[in-house]
């Protein structure tokens, strides 16, 4: 069984930056996709960043392009998501997800993801 366990998450002030961290275990994980996904309160889930398994492709939501950078380290089980430039309307709860199926492109759909942790918060303030 898959366990992603994410940190990072806390407060900051606008403009700042903040690095997640999703570490897997129970798994192969550098065979997975990994996506990051965030959920506001009252709002639903939505997609913020994914990379496959070679770290060759990657993409974002177009909310955070050029201000969030996904990576991973295959030999350290991990996948990280760096936050730069935060706005308040990025404050939410981040989960990371792995998608277990062969993929070239990682996606956007929620749906395509097998595991999900319990996520980190990330509140921005103003």
């Known amino acids: 069984q898959v366990q992603l366990v994410e940190s990072g998450g806390g407060l900051v002030q606008v403009g700042g930056s903040l690095r997640l961290s999703c570490t897997a275990s129970?798994?192969?994980?550098?065979?997975?996709?990994m996506g990051w996904f965030r959920q506001a309160p009252g709002k639903g889930r939505e997609f913020v960043a994914a990379i496959s398994r070679n770290s060759h492709n990657t993409d974002y939501a177009d909310s955070v392009k050029g201000r969030y950078t996904i990576s991973r380290d295959n030999a350290k089980n991990t996948v990280y998501l760096q936050m730069n430039s935060l706005k308040p309307e990025d404050s939410a709860d981040y989960h990371c997800a792995a998608d277990k199926r062969f993929r070239i492109f990682p996606g956007r759909n929620e749906y395509e993801y097998d595991h999900w942790g319990q996520g980190t918060q990330v509140t921005v303030s103003s």
């Open positions: 129970g798994g192969t994980f550098s065979t997975y996709t």
